[in-house]
């Protein structure tokens, strides 16, 4: 069975970092994708930042957070990463990681349980 979990949330002030990670278990065969996604307070959750091809790495980034966050992978240690500078009060939400499985016929997506982001002014 596969699990995500997240953890590096927090309180911090504008203009500051944090980086979150999320540790992987279990197996996954064939990865689509793997990404990180946010919900803010009675908003639908976003795509944040998405390693598109488990192979070639090529990444994308929602245009609010361009330049400012990074997503990696550490596959020695099964961990994703989200490394995210000058943060903005907007950026407050609850951030999900996620990896999509998928071959011929089936889709699986995997989710974290979520870790509080909250960007004070």
């Known amino acids: 069975q596969v699990q995500l979990v997240e953890s590096g949330g927090g309180l911090v002030q504008a203009g500051g970092s944090l980086r979150l990670s999320c540790a992987a278990s279990?197996?996954?065969?064939?990865?689509?994708?793997m990404g990180w996604y946010r919900q803010a307070p009675g908003k639908q959750r976003e795509l944040v930042a998405v390693?598109?091809?488990?192979?070639?790495?090529?990444?994308d980034y929602a245009d609010s957070v361009k330049g400012r966050f990074t997503i990696s992978r550490d596959n020695a240690k099964n961990t994703m990463y989200l490394q995210m500078n000058s943060l903005k009060p907007e950026d407050t939400a609850v951030y999900y990681c996620?990896?999509?499985?998928?071959?011929?016929?089936?889709?699986?997506?995997?989710w974290g349980q979520g870790t509080q982001v909250t960007v004070s002014s």
């Open positions: 996620n990896v999509q499985e998928g071959g011929p016929g089936y889709v699986n997506n995997y």
């Open positions: 279990g197996s996954i065969f064939s990865i689509n994708s």
């Open positions: 390693i598109i091809s488990s192979s070639s790495g090529n990444t």
